[in-house]
């Protein structure tokens, strides 16, 4: 049964109106749109509690720390892509967590700036790198100078725009801020990725309480050309090594109970520092989460567990900023 409700949110994609429900997950009720398939959480937590969330978040700033020197190899490599078809100048990273893209981008020689909600996580990247990390929205920063419209020669998003309930305003909100010719990188879950299509909503890498925006390769690309954008580049990276997938099998045939308590929870009651235990001492766990997965062949159809996305703002684009009070990281 759809939905058409007035004052509902229209699909960021297509701009339908008509929802219906897709699935019941980790306690919350998803809805995909009639027209585009673009899927979303539909009774997810309001951008005021959900603001509140990332200002006081650690977790995803500790796993960024424990993954920094891994990202700092990985976000050179991206760099090195958006300086095929950009000179280094102001840089922007939207949803930077401690700054570990900023520091890529100032080693290259690019003037970084950074956003992100998370208090403890920004105050640890000014800290440790003394990279400039603001803690606001961009709809917060309207009448700084150093957001003035078309004063960006790139902007970066790894991982935040399936965070935003209003993706389209974002976007657009970037489209503003990039000068003429300047470049923007996204980098997401893939929703249609083999991945996403093997567990549906069962599928932790994507299907979380903070991703609200469930995108496939198909609908970003559709939505950042509908905002403006001439598209560069698109992939679909994959990794063999995956922590999670031995999680996902499990609950997707319904025994995530059993591998709970073979794990050493005898309640029952999933825990992560005891199941990365599991599979990283035992040899057929570690085989799934090592070597199972065809990452290669995923790459090459299209179906990688992630997106990557570059386009570039066209050289007589002209959208002036609009500051509609929407776009909510």
């Known amino acids: 049964m759809g939905r058409d409700d007035v004052g509902a949110e229209p699909c960021p994609v297509c701009e339908g109106a008509t929802f219906v429900e897709a699935f019941r997950e980790i306690g919350h009720r998803f809805e995909r749109c009639v027209g585009c398939k673009f899927t979303r959480m539909a009774d997810g937590s309001s951008e005021e509690s959900l603001g509140a969330y990332y200002a006081e978040a650690r977790a995803s700033g500790e796993a960024a720390w424990q993954e920094h020197a891994d990202n700092l190899v990985k976000f050179g490599r991206l760099l090195e892509r958006i300086e095929r078809h950009v000179v280094p100048g102001r840089f922007l990273d939207v949803g930077c967590s401690i700054g570990t893209s900023l520091v890529a981008a100032r080693d290259r020689g690019w003037d970084a700036i ?3 909600l998370s208090q403890p996580v920004a105050e640890f990247g000014r800290t440790k790198w003394g990279v400039d990390i603001r803690e606001a929205l961009l709809d917060d920063l309207v009448d700084d100078p150093s957001f003035a419209s078309a004063s960006f020669d790139a902007i970066f998003m790894h991982h935040t725009l399936e965070h935003v ?41 994507g299907v979380t309480s903070e991703h609200v925006s469930h995108f ?3 609908q970003v690309v559709r939505l950042v050309r509908r905002i403006g954008f001439e598209v560069l580049a698109v992939e679909t990276p994959d990794a063999k090594q995956d922590p999670r ?7 997707r045939i319904g025994r995530r109970e059993r591998l709970a308590r073979a794990t050493g929870a005898s309640d029952g009651v999933f825990d992560a520092e ?16 090592n070597r199972l997965w065809p990452a290669r062949l995923t790459r090459f159809i299209g179906r990688g567990q992630e997106v990557y996305v570059l386009a570039r703002k066209p050289a007589a684009a002209t959208l002036a900023f609009r500051p509609t009070g929407a776009a909510k990281q």
């Open 165 to 205: 309930k209003r993706p389209a305003d974002l976007l657009e909100q970037c489209f503003a801020l990039l000068r003429p010719g300047g470049v923007m990188f996204q980098g997401l879950p893939n929703h249609g990725s083999l991945k996403a299509l093997l567990f549906g909503g069962r599928w932790s890498y």
């Open 216 to 218: 496939t390769k198909a």
């Open 274 to 289: 005891k199941y990365i235990r599991y599979i990283t001492d035992r040899r057929w766990p570690n085989f799934v989460s």
């Open 245 to 251: 997938l031995l999680h996902d099998i499990m609950h």
């Open 114 to 116: 950074g956003i992100e």
